[in-house]
T-cell receptor, first 116, second 109 residues
């Protein structure tokens, strides 16, 4: 159990457009989901934490109006990159935590975003 | 501030043993994780230590000393497929994962 999927696995979009990335917990209810960004040869950088039904908590330096996060259900969270620019090109990874399982996060396979 | 240090890169030989160290200074401690990440893929869970001592799991072992703020990941009988980045992460008092920058492990035949 504890499988997390992401869609799409990779996407190419033009500068100025928006792109939505979905993160789903397939076999458990995710009370908390996390969105990370990872640039080449760097570690994961937490962007935001979202709890089902409430607004996401963004890390310092992450623009909430640019990276829209919606956690509408216990199995789905979406990240929308609005007005994308080439510098937003990165590897976006979501993870999910279930119920009272405070210590473990289950990672999705990641989404490679390229903005041209 | 919160800080996790691990070497940037290590090289080892196929069949040998390698130890990847991690030191941490965090606000609170609720456990330490080791993850493996191959290029272009998401991290995969290797181990979780919350008590002092050594946890062995097949070819991989992880050690924790809370008093020293120190952990290591030991990989035995190295295989070429072990070439990857190894990420150390600490769960702080708010149950947030604090990530190290990762150690790129290069295995040579």
């Amino acid at each position: 159990g504890a499988v997390v999927s992401q869609h799409p696995s990779w996407v190419i979009c033009k500068s100025g457009t928006s792109v939505k990335i979905e993160c789903r917990s397939l076999d458990f209810q995710a009370t908390t989901m996390f969105w990370y960004r990872q640039f080449p040869k760097q570690s994961l950088m937490l962007m935001a934490t979202s709890n089902e039904g409430s607004k996401a908590t963004y890390e310092q330096g992450v623009e909430k109006d640019k990276f829209l996060i919606n956690h509408a259900s216990l199995t789905l969270s979406t990240l929308t990159v609005t007005s994308a620019h080439p510098e937003d090109s990165s590897f976006y990874i979501c993870s999910a935590r279930r119920g009272s399982d405070y210590y473990e996060q289950y990672f999705g396979p990641g989404t490679r975003l390229t903005v041209t | 501030g919160q800080n996790i240090d691990q070497p940037t890169e290590m090289t080892a030989t196929e069949g040998a043993i390698v130890q990847i160290n991690c030191t941490y200074q965090t606000s609170g401690f609720n456990g330490l994780f080791w993850y493996q990440q191959h290029a272009g893929e998401a991290p995969t869970f290797l181990s979780y230590n919350v008590l002092d001592g050594l946890e062995e799991k097949g070819r991989f072992s992880s050690f924790l000393s809370r008093s020293k703020g120190y952990s290591y990941l030991l990989l035995k009988e190295l295989q070429m497929k072990d070439s990857a980045s190894y990420l150390c992460a600490v769960l702080d008092s708010n149950y947030q994962l604090i990530w190290g920058a990762g150690t790129k492990l290069i295995i040579k035949p």
